[in-house]
């Protein structure tokens, strides 16, 4: 996961790593690229690059821009997504979403939207359905996906 500060990222590693699944995920967080050179060696593999968008930040879309230039070309055929953490609230939202839409078009990579105001279950349920595409091999024909999430009520019986 690529992506600036305003988004929890240890949150989201942590519910994604919790979530159980049929698959292995081991999450890198950075928060721009490209990586340290430092243990490149004993680096794992990278399957997926998750470019974490916060349209409440104008900073963040241009970290993502700047990122991609270091990017592999071969890894824009289904190992490179956009996750845009989007606010219910248009006056929170900075960047616009048309730019956030034409950043993804660009790259041929799919684009996912989460609303993370009550809790991190999107990101949770946007990893299962990557690592789901990613195994099939069909994420780069998922172009764009909007998780919502809502919270979960629980009532007392009476």
């Known amino acids: 996961m690529v992506g600036v500060d305003g988004i929890p990222q240890d949150q989201?590693?942590?519910?994604?790593?919790?979530?159980?699944?049929?698959?292995?995920?081991?999450v890198r967080l950075a928060k721009k690229l490209p990586l340290p050179t430092?243990?490149?060696?004993?680096?794992?593999?990278?399957?997926?690059?998750?470019?974490?968008?916060?349209?409440?930040?104008?900073?963040?879309?241009?970290?993502?821009?700047?990122?991609l230039a270091y990017v592999d070309v071969n890894f824009f055929?289904?190992?490179?997504?956009?996750?845009?953490?989007?606010?219910?609230?248009?006056?929170?939202?900075v960047v616009e979403m048309h730019a956030v839409k034409e950043l993804a078009d660009s790259y041929s990579s799919p684009l996912f939207f989460v609303e993370l105001?009550?809790?991190?279950?999107?990101?949770?349920?946007?990893?299962?359905?990557?690592?789901?595409?990613?195994?099939?091999?069909?994420?780069e024909n998922a172009w764009s996906l909007h998780l919502t999430v809502n919270p979960v009520k629980h009532f007392e019986s009476s």
């Open 117 to 139: 105001a009550v809790s991190t279950f999107g990101i949770t349920s946007f990893v299962v359905v990557c690592g789901t595409l990613l195994c099939a091999n069909c994420l």
């Open 77 to 93: 055929l289904g190992k490179v997504c956009f996750l845009a953490v989007i606010d219910k609230s248009i006056k929170h939202q």
């Open 12 to 26: 989201l590693t942590e519910a994604i790593l919790e979530e159980s699944k049929s698959f292995t995920v081991n």
């Open 38 to 67: 430092e243990n490149e060696e004993s680096r794992p593999r990278i399957d997926l690059i998750v470019f974490l968008l916060d349209v409440r930040n104008q900073y963040s879309i241009e970290i993502t821009k700047s990122s």
